[in-house]
């Protein structure tokens, strides 16, 4: 752990992010419910927050480290990481691009111009829509633009998802550890939602960096099978524990996806998340959003009625955030 102080890095968090306990949800799901926590990564502070922030700390780090003044994203229309991107940029001062890739079979006002795209033209960003298929046509007109006017551009991967990014990740494993030693718990399992899986990949590198026989269970949010997750995520780890100077061992043990909650495609609502959303906001007063902690917490609501947790195992939520989401999605509470 001590070797990623040795990693460019810039303070963006607001460290070290809550554990709450989850009693009145734990309730609602019966006497067989594990003990419930949440790790309110939705209050890292930056942009309203979100689990972005801890990779931006290490991948702003690293560009300021490169001398950029210019910085360039992905993300689909409404995403997260493109509203922190935008506003980790505009707190250093350094130009920024975001290639907002229409990945979503969904449209109306209300994706199109409110949520995240609200507040990435509030930070300044410069935002160009395309098709899938023709991004990489456009980040390379928007490299050429920023390279003719002489500026260095640092591009950051779609959900900060290197293994510089993951980094932030590897930190908050060991901030969990600490903060549940503190409380004399024992966390049985981590439960997130995993799509572009640097969050994954970071907490994973972080279990074994601290012998921890804590699973990570990242829920497929994103790809058409969860076997595409825990591939991407096992990859990702290595690197990252690479990075971070460790030997590299088996880590196959180590991965977890949760899949069967996604829908029928990703950004969809479901069922289940509609679900997960009214049961957290009006038991725990805790807002998720319809792509990411929506169905996480769905996978959770599910493993729990499934009997795949015990009532004596403690199982900690990491919510990613992006409830800015929910404005982009008014019906998944207007039908509820």
Known sequence: MHSL????????AHLPTPLERMDRLRALLGP?????????????????????????????????????????????????????TAAAAAKLGLLCDLILIDMVERDGEAYRQSGNVLLDRLFGARMHGVAERQASAKL??????????????????????????????????GEIQTQAAGLDLKVDAIV?????CGTQAGLIAGAVLNGSATKVMGVNVYKKGGGDIAAA????????????????????????????????????????????????????????????????????????????????QTVVFLHTGGSMGLFAYPEVVTEN
């Open 5 to 12: 102080s040795r990693l460019p890095r810039l303070k963006f």
């Open 192 to 196: 997130h939602a995993s799509s572009s």
């Open 233 to 312: 995520a096992h990859a990702l780890a290595l690197e990252t524990l690479q990075l971070a100077g460790a030997k590299l061992d088996d880590i196959s043990a180590h991965v977890h996806v949760i899949d069967g909650y996604q829908g029928e495609a990703y950004g969809q609502p479901t069922e289940a998340m509609r679900e997960a959303l009214a049961l957290t906001a009006q038991s725990e007063g805790l807002l998720l959003d319809p792509v990411y902690s929506g169905k996480a917490m769905a996978a959770l609501i599910g493993h729990v009625r499934r009997r795949k947790f015990t009532r004596e």
């Open 140 to 173: 390379a007109e928007v490299m050429a633009e920023h390279e003719g006017a002489g500026r260095k551009v640092y591009v950051v991967p779609i959900g900060g998802s290197n293994a510089v990014g993951s980094l932030g990740y590897v930190e908050a494993f």
């Open 32 to 84: 067989d419910c594990p003990t419930l926590y949440v790790k309110r990564d939705d209050c890292t502070g930056l942009a309203t927050g979100g689990n972005k922030t801890r990779k931006l700390e290490f991948l702003m780090g690293e560009a300021m480290a490169q001398g950029a003044n210019a910085v360039v994203t992905f993300g689909a229309i409404q995403s997260n990481h493109a509203r922190q």
